[in-house]
């Protein structure tokens, strides 16, 4: 990548120019100008863009950033960069951080919870394999609702063994350890669709152990996300204190 410089020593930039500086492609450059990630460029008479080196530090601003809160959100975040005051900017910034933060400690805190759940069932699972639990048990082992356990049966979750003829419902090893499952992932703060995919493919694969995994990515998804928005930030610091006012009062 380029100095940028070599760019301001020029003036003016081409949007080649600014495509091999920020890492993007000519036509990216393009659509994401037209989508207002960057501000509209000066145009001459004969129709040629032109850039300067704050469109630059935009684009790979908004790099970080997408990659951090999503694209759509990113746009949106970015354009606010543009017009809020230093102060409140560096707390819209400040915040994705917290955010990454807390996804990782809700991640670390599920891994925790499955390898307890894990460890468990493995020291117990030869010696109970006959032992079940009504709802009620299950709920209050668990510290829920029974109709909550029952909501987890609706939406393919967690499903008893068996249910008696009068409906009494019966849960045996597996059934618990998924039901466990289940509460540490929501613990996690992972929405039900999210857990319902992640407990077929617990079902399809390895269990506790494909859950783990799940978890791994996510953790490795995550710092992934947290360096990419460390990278932006000097870029996202010259997009904030272009010509903003630092905030009074």
């Known amino acids: 990548m380029g100095e940028l410089v070599s760019g ?3 003036g003016l930039l081409r949007t080649v ?3 091999r500086e920020s890492g993007y492609s ?3 450059v393009r659509d ?13 008479s004969n129709g040629y863009r032109s850039y300067t080196p704050l469109h630059v530090h ?3 601003a908004y790099r970080g950033l997408a990659g951090a809160i999503g694209p759509v959100a990113a ?3 970015l354009a606010r960069l543009r017009t809020e005051t230093v102060a409140e900017a560096a707390s819209a910034i400040n915040a994705v951080h917290a955010r990454l933060a807390r996804e990782r400690e809700e991640a670390l805190r599920a891994q925790r919870a499955l390898r307890a759940i894990q460890a468990e069932a493995d020291a117990t699972e030869c010696e109970h394999e006959s032992e079940a639990m009504t709802i009620t048990e299950l709920a209050e082992a668990l510290r829920v609702r029974p109709s909550t356990l029952r909501f987890w049966e609706q939406e393919g979750l967690v499903a008893p063994e068996r249910v008696t003829s009068l409906r009494a419902r019966r849960y045996g090893l597996p059934a618990i350890r998924a039901a466990r499952i289940v509460v540490a992932l929501r613990g996690a703060g992972y929405g039900i669709p999210a857990v319902r995919e992640a407990m077929d493919a617990l079902r399809q694969l390895d269990g506790p152990g494909e859950a783990q995994r799940i978890l791994r990515h996510r953790v490795e998804e995550i710092a992934t996300r947290t360096v990419g928005l460390l990278r932006a930030g000097a870029d996202l610091a010259t997009v904030v204190e272009s010509g903003q006012a630092p905030a009074t009062g």
């Open 17 to 19: 120019d600014v495509a």
């Open 58 to 60: 935009a684009l790979r």
């Open 32 to 44: 994401l100008e037209r989508l207002g990630v960057i501000p509209a460029a000066a145009r001459s």
């Open 26 to 28: 000519v036509q990216q």
């Open 75 to 77: 746009r949106q975040m």
């Open 8 to 10: 301001s020593q020029r």
